[in-house]
């Protein structure tokens, strides 16, 4: 039990309960009256459905909500359907999630306001298909009862009996690996086939130092990356280009950061070395059930911004005390 407290003790749960209408409804038999050799238009139809509005007035409330996902990955990590985050940085995440329901919540609105002439603009674009598309139209306070943001944080508190808990937190230490390994897919195009490296592929750098700063209490073969990352970053160049022996070297960092096995050996063997010990075989991981890629491919897919780089929870370690007053990346 001290194994799961030690850690969930230190942790709140953020789940997020965000419902986006389709936009779309069964197809039936009876929509689909064809002459020899019609095919109904790609973009009303679909996986045996039919879309009644257009896709373009429900962007926002993805890009939303990706926006509160990619805000709850900056600093924390998934778990039990949630997201697991450190204390410290909960109530800054229930601020800008509050901003973010804020903003859904004005979308829908809008939306809803303008829903009547936006089906009008949905139909007159499919003339063919008015009558099946008006078959299936959807008053406006139906469809607003299927647009929502909510977002809870609770406390987590295993009961006498926490059934396979145990099991899953020390598995987050391989997911955030994990999830780390798809924010730094944005680090390729940044040095393959170049000589030099643009500042502005820091930024990518930076958030993932933050995200594993933050989380490093999680599992101890997390801080030795942090520890790699830093230690890269305060012999970059103040100004001028990133080039030569540093960029080969921030090259092979990127390498590492890609590959989430390679960075859980690397800090494993960094932990043995430390202690003296030689590292231990990893064992093999079953592959996650989550599709990482493309999910972090929509969450992340922007370029990178600035955020300032989080310190690992707890006390520092002293060999890192002389560069406190150094900036991460200047």
Not at 66 to 78: D, I
Request: aromatic letters at 8%.
């Amino acid at each position: 039990m001290y194994t799961i407290t030690r850690i969930t003790d230190r942790l709140t749960l953020v789940m997020l309960d965000i419902a986006i209408w389709s936009g779309r409804k069964k197809l039936r038999a009876e929509d689909l009256h064809l002459s020899d050799g019609e095919i109904p238009p790609e973009e009303l139809v679909s996986l045996g459905s039919k879309r009644v509005c257009g896709p373009e007035p429900l962007k926002a409330f993805h890009r939303i909500k990706q926006s509160a996902e990619r805000a709850c990955l900056r600093v924390g990590t998934r778990f039990l359907g949630g997201f697991a985050v450190p204390h410290a940085h909960a109530e800054a995440l229930a601020d800008a999630l509050a901003l973010l329901k804020t903003e859904f919540d004005g979308e829908t609105g809008s939306f809803l306001a303008d829903y009547d002439q936006a089906l009008e603009a949905w139909i007159s674009s499919l003339p063919d298909w008015e009558e099946p598309i008006r078959r299936a139209i959807e008053p406006a306070n139906v469809v607003g009862g299927r647009l929502r943001f909510g977002y809870q944080l609770v406390q987590i508190a295993p009961a006498e009996q926490p059934g396979t808990l145990e099991q899953e937190i020390q598995g987050l230490g391989d997911g955030i690996f994990a999830e780390v390994e798809q924010m730094a897919r944005d680090l390729e195009g940044s040095f393959e086939g170049k000589d030099k490296l643009h500042r502005r592929a820091l930024g990518t750098f930076a958030r993932i130092r933050e995200k594993l700063a933050c989380l490093s209490f999680i599992d101890p073969r997390i801080q030795p990356v942090v520890d790699t990352i830093d230690d890269w970053a305060l012999r970059l160049p103040k100004t001028g280009p990133i080039a030569g022996a540093i960029f080969n070297e921030g090259m092979g960092l990127a390498l590492l950061l890609s590959d989430a096995e390679r960075m859980a050996r690397h800090g494993a063997g960094q932990l043995a070395s430390r202690q003296g010990q030689p590292p231990e075989e990893p064992e093999p991981e079953p592959t996650p059930a989550v599709d990482f890629e493309a999910e972090f491919a929509d969450l992340f897919g922007t370029g990178p911004t600035w955020s300032t780089p989080v310190q690992p929870e707890g006390p520092p370690r002293e060999a890192r005390a002389e560069h406190e007053d150094a900036g991460f990346f200047f």
